[in-house]
C-alpha cells in the first residue's frame, strides 16, 4: 500500500474526511525523501494537515523519528491528538502498531532526590533553603502528587506550583550530575522519560531541546534516522540560541543557591563561597547594562571582559572549596556533586565567552536591568550541517516558508528539495488583500492618525471581528486610546492579560477587538466568524540595530536585505495573514497599512508569500464585504 493510499483509509475515519490534495502530495514527498534519503523542505498552508502527511510515512517507513516542534500547542496537539489518532488508526485500518513518546527538558520533571533532600532531610543536616509556608504546603502536595504520578511531567498537574515551590523540587541540565551518579538514578523521572524515547518509533521534543541535543553533540536524544522540523520557519533562530552560550546573571544567583545547599552543611570549610557566586549577578549586571541591546566587538570591552575573569576566578576558587569539603551523608555528597556539575558547566561558558571565537558574534539582548550576554554563531549552517544533515534525513515544514531557509540553515542544494503543496482552502473566494495606499509613509508624521482613521473605518465595518498587530508596543498603545472612542466594540490589548486568556476572551465574543504586538503574529488560532478582519501596521521588517542580525547583515554585504530581511518581512506578514482564514467556511480580510506593500520593488516577494488572496486598493470595497460577512453571520 502506498502513503497515500494508507493516508486515505486512515483519513477516512475523521469526521467530515474529506480530499486534501496537498495533504497526499506532502506524504508521498516525505515518503520519496525517507527512501532517497534526500531533505525537503515543504511549505504546507494551513488545512493541509501536515502532521499525518509526515507522521504516517515515517511510521510505515520503521524509521526512528524525531519530531521537533517550536510551540508548546503544536506538541501538545501531536501528544493528545495527532499521535493517538494514528496509532489507532493504523492497528485498526492496517494492522500496524508503532510506539511513541514526548520527550521534554530536565527541569519539566520532578527530581525525586531533591524531593528527597527538602522533604525528609538526613539527620543533623541543616536547614537549606528556609522556605514560607505557602511554598512548603505546595512541596507537600507535590511529593503526594510524585508517590501517584508514573511521570512526575509538571504538565500532568491539575494544578499550577509556584516557581518557587517547583525549583525545590526540580533541577535543570546543568545541574543533573547523570543517574549513574545519583541514589535515585533508578526511579527517576527524567530518566524514564528518556527510556521510553528510546524505546519509541516517534519521539516528540521542542526545537530547542533539540537544538541542545545538537550543541552537546548529541548526548540528549536517542539515536533516529529521521528528523522532522514541524514550524521549521524558526529553527535557525533556536538553532542560534542553542547551539551557542548564554550568561546571564540569574545564572549565578542559581549557582549561588546550589553552593549553599552543600555549603551550609560544612560552613568552616566552605567560607562564604555561596555568597562570593551571588556577589557576580550583580558585577554582570552592571558591566553588562551599558551595552544592552549591543553588539560587543573582540575582544570583548574592558568592564565586560573584567566581570567575565572575575567570575572565572571566583569559580575556581569554589571548584576547589567543593572539592575539599567532606560528605559523609548521601544527600550532601549529591548536593556537592550538583554543586560541582553546575560549577563546571558554568566556567565552560566563561571560557567560550572570553575566548572570542572565529564565526561567532557577541552581543548583549535584554533590558538595562536584566541584561543577558550571548555568544552565537554567525551561521549555524556549518554545525548543522556536521551534526544533523550528514547523520540523518531531514524534513521541514511549516505553513509558511522563508525563501532563503535552506540555505540559511545549511542544507546542501544536491541533497535538498523545496516543495510547496498549497492548501485547500479557497483565499481568492473567501478572503480579501487590501493595502491602504492612501495613507502616507510609515517614516512620515501623518502616518498614524491616518492608521487610527482607517482602523475605525474597517472595524465599524466588520462588526468588531478584529486581530490589529503592530509592530511596536508603542504603535499598539496609541491605536487602542485613539479607536477606543470611536467605535462601539470591546478592545481589549495585549496588556490586559495573560496570552492564553486574551485569545480565549477574544474568542469568546464575536464584537470585541484585539490589538496585539508582533509578538502574537503567530500562533493564535481562533476559527469561525469572531475572526474576520487582520489589520498589520507596517510590514514586519526586523529592526535595523538587532546586534546578531546586524552582524550577519555584515557578513553578507549587499545580499543581506534579499537574505534576512525580506525573507523575515515576508515570512512574518504571510504567518499575521494566516490567522485570518483557519477552516473551509471562514471570510474575511487581511489590511495592511504600509503603502510599501503597493510601490516599493521587492513588493511581489511579499506578496507571492502570502496565500493567493484577492487584491484592492479600494476601501470601500473592504468594507461593502466586511458588511456582507456581518450580514451572513447574522442570517
Known sequence: ??????????????????????????????????????????????????????????????????????????????ATKDLPFLAERLATDLDVEFDWAVLKGRNNYLCLQRLREVTAPAEGQLELEPMAETVKVEVKRLAEWAGRSTTGDQAELSWTPSDAAWRSVSVGSDECPGADRCPQGGPCFAEAARRRAAASDVIVVNTYLYGLDVGSGGAILPPHDLVVFDEAHVLEDVMSDTVGVQLAPGRFVALAATVRRIVADDAAGGGGAGDAVAELAGTLRDALAPHAGSRLEVPLPADVDEALAEARSTLGRVAEVLTAIETPVDEAAQRKLRAQVMNGRTIEALEIARSGREGTVAFVSGRPDAPRLEIAPLDVGPTLAERVWSERTAV?????????????????????EVADVGSPFDYAANSLLYCAMHL????????????????????????????????????????????????????????DLPKPALVEAFAADEATCLFATAGMFQGIDVPGRTLSLVV?????????????????RDALGRDAF?????????MLLAQAAGRLIRSRTDRGVVAVMDRRLGTARYRWDIIGALPPMRRTRERAEVEEFLRQITRDTAT
Open 396 to 416: 521541514l515544514t511549516s505553513a509558511t516558508i522563508p525563501v532563503s531557509l535552506a540555505a540559511r540553515v545549511g542544507l546542501p542544494d544536491d541533497l535538498v
Open 1 to 78: 500500500m502506498t502513503p497515500a493510499e494508507a493516508l486515505a483509509t486512515v483519513t477516512g475515519a475523521l469526521p467530515g474526511a474529506e480530499d486534501r490534495p496537498g495533504q497526499r502530495e506532502m506524504a508521498e514527498r516525505v515518503a520519496a525523501a525517507i527512501t532517497d534519503r534526500r531533505h525537503l523542505v515543504v511549505q504546507a498552508g494551513t488545512g493541509t494537515g501536515k502532521t499525518l502527511a509526515y507522521l504516517l510515512p515515517a511510521v510505515l517507513a520503521e524509521v526512528p523519528t524525531v519530531v521537533a516542534t517550536a510551540t508548546k500547542a503544536l506538541q501538545d496537539q501531536l
Open 562 to 570: 534579499s537574505q534576512i530581511d525580506l525573507p523575515r518581512a515576508s
Open 440 to 495: 502616507p509613509d510609515p517614516r512620515e508624521p501623518a502616518y498614524r492618525a491616518g492608521v487610527h482613521d482607517e482602523l475605525t473605518a474597517l472595524i465599524t465595518a466588520a462588526g468588531g471581528r478584529t486581530l490589529a498587530l503592530f509592530t511596536s508596543w508603542a504603535a499598539m498603545d496609541e491605536a487602542a486610546a485613539a479607536v477606543t472612542d470611536r467605535v462601539p466594540h470591546r478592545i481589549l490589548t495585549q496588556r
Open 536 to 552: 498589520i501596521d507596517r510590514l514586519p521588517f526586523p529592526r535595523p540595530d538587532d546586534p546578531l542580525l546586524s552582524a550577519r
